[in-house]
């Protein structure tokens, strides 16, 4: 069973980590896509794609708490200037992540427009580590389109 966990503290997501491993989680996934304001007030989800430092600490923090693989679900970046998804890859596999769900809108785009699936390409070829492609699959087609 994957768990997926959100904050902006460091310690506060370790120790959440370790809860669900506890419990039973096979796989913790850090999220960093969620664009909701009341997550993104609170420094929480995309907020984090503006925040690469802390975003190293909590995925740190987390990898070195558990013995179950962490992945991380983010977006394309904050908004069209500020697409930093492959800067936020690097990091999260340097710090020990197996895999990265992309969600390639950026937080401004919320869930409108059209997914750029060339940046889920573009991430398979920065990164050692399985990409996930997230956004308009809406039919088995879209999925086989998306691969």
Wanted: charged share 20%.
């Amino acid at each position: 069973m994957a768990v997926q966990i959100f904050g902006s503290d460091p310690e506060a997501m370790a120790q959440a980590a370790q809860m669900v491993e506890t419990m039973g989680a096979d796989i913790i996934d850090i999220n960093m896509g969620c664009p909701t304001p009341k997550i993104i007030r609170n420094g929480e989800g995309a907020a984090l794609m503006l925040e690469p430092e802390l975003s190293r600490k909590i995925i740190r923090s987390v990898v070195a708490a558990v013995k179950v693989p962490v992945s991380v679900k983010m977006r394309k970046g904050w908004d069209e200037e500020r697409c930093n998804y492959q800067q936020m890859a690097d990091i999260a596999v340097a710090e020990g992540v197996q895999a990265i769900t992309l969600h390639p809108r950026t937080r401004m785009q919320f869930f409108s427009g059209q997914a750029d699936w060339q940046a889920i390409a573009d991430l398979k070829n920065h990164i050692p580590v399985p990409v996930i492609g997230s956004g308009d699959i809406l039919k088995a087609e879209d999925a086989v389109r998306m691969v």
